[in-house]
C-alpha cells in the first residue's frame, strides 16, 4: 500500500516537472491554468466516458491543480473509486495539455438488486440509460451506496413515484460476510 502511494506520488511528481519544464515563460507561468486538450481514462472496470462525466472535465476548459482536485474529488465521493493519478502529456505543434487519469477502483464488487423485484427493472433501465456507470455489481462502501440510493430517488422521481423511499441494507451469510446490496422501496410512511 505505501509502495503503491510513493509510486503514485513519484509519478505525480515527475509528470508535474515534466509538464512544467516543457511549458515556456517564466517559473510563475508555469503555475497558470492550461486548456484541456483531450481526456484519457485507464485501469478502470468503468466506461472512461461516464469517469469524464462525474469529473465535470471538458476538453477546451482551462485547468490547474485545484480544478483537478475537485474533479477527483467528485470522482472519489461516488464510492466506486477509491483514488486517482493523473499525469499531462503535450503533443508537439499542439495548444494544451492531455491529461490522463489512472483510477483506482473500490473492490471487491457485490451483488446489488432493487426490492420488491416488480419494481426493478424499470428502474435499472432508468440507471443504465442515465449513465452506464449503474451496473448491478457495486463495491460496499458508504458513499456507493448513498450514490446509487439518491440516483434510485431520482429515477422514482422520474416516474412520478416522489414520495417513495429508497434504504438501503447490506444482506450478509451466517458468518457476516457481505453477499450483496439490497436497495428497498417503499411507500412513505404515515405521519
Known amino acids: 500500500?505505501?509502495?503503491?502511494?510513493?509510486?503514485?506520488?513519484?509519478?505525480?511528481?515527475l509528470a508535474f516537472i515534466i509538464w512544467a519544464q516543457s511549458?515556456?515563460?517564466?517559473?510563475?507561468?508555469?503555475?497558470?491554468?492550461?486548456?484541456?486538450?483531450?481526456?484519457?481514462?485507464?485501469?478502470?472496470?468503468?466506461?472512461?466516458?461516464?469517469?469524464?462525466?462525474?469529473?465535470?472535465?471538458?476538453?477546451g476548459q482551462t485547468i490547474d491543480d485545484e480544478v483537478l482536485k475537485q474533479a477527483s474529488d467528485k470522482i472519489t465521493s461516488t464510492g466506486l473509486v477509491k483514488g486517482l493519478d493523473y499525469g499531462y502529456n503535450i503533443m508537439p505543434g499542439k495548444p494544451g495539455v492531455y491529461l490522463t487519469l489512472k483510477v483506482f477502483d473500490e473492490g471487491p464488487l457485490l451483488p446489488a438488486r432493487i426490492l420488491p423485484e416488480e419494481q426493478a427493472q424499470p428502474i435499472w433501465?432508468?440507471?443504465?440509460?442515465?449513465?452506464?456507470?449503474?451496473?448491478?455489481?457495486?463495491?460496499?462502501?458508504?458513499?456507493?451506496?448513498?450514490?446509487?440510493?439518491?440516483?434510485?430517488?431520482?429515477?422514482?422521481?422520474?416516474?412520478?413515484?416522489t414520495h417513495e423511499r429508497v434504504a438501503a441494507t447490506v444482506a450478509c451469510d451466517g458468518s457476516g460476510k457481505s453477499i450483496g446490496i439490497d436497495f428497498h422501496i417503499a411507500p412513505p410512511q404515515p405521519h
Open 1 to 13: 500500500m505505501f509502495r503503491s502511494v510513493r509510486l503514485s506520488a513519484i509519478f505525480l511528481s
Open 125 to 161: 433501465s432508468c440507471l443504465e440509460s442515465s449513465d452506464p456507470i449503474f451496473s448491478r455489481e457495486m463495491p460496499n462502501t458508504e458513499n456507493a451506496i448513498h450514490f446509487y440510493s439518491i440516483n434510485i430517488a431520482r429515477c422514482l422521481g422520474n416516474a412520478g413515484a
Open 23 to 59: 511549458r515556456p515563460g517564466t517559473p510563475e507561468d508555469r503555475h497558470k491554468p492550461v486548456q484541456l486538450a483531450g481526456i484519457d481514462v485507464m485501469g478502470t472496470r468503468l466506461p472512461p466516458q461516464s469517469i469524464i462525466k462525474v469529473s465535470g472535465l471538458k476538453v
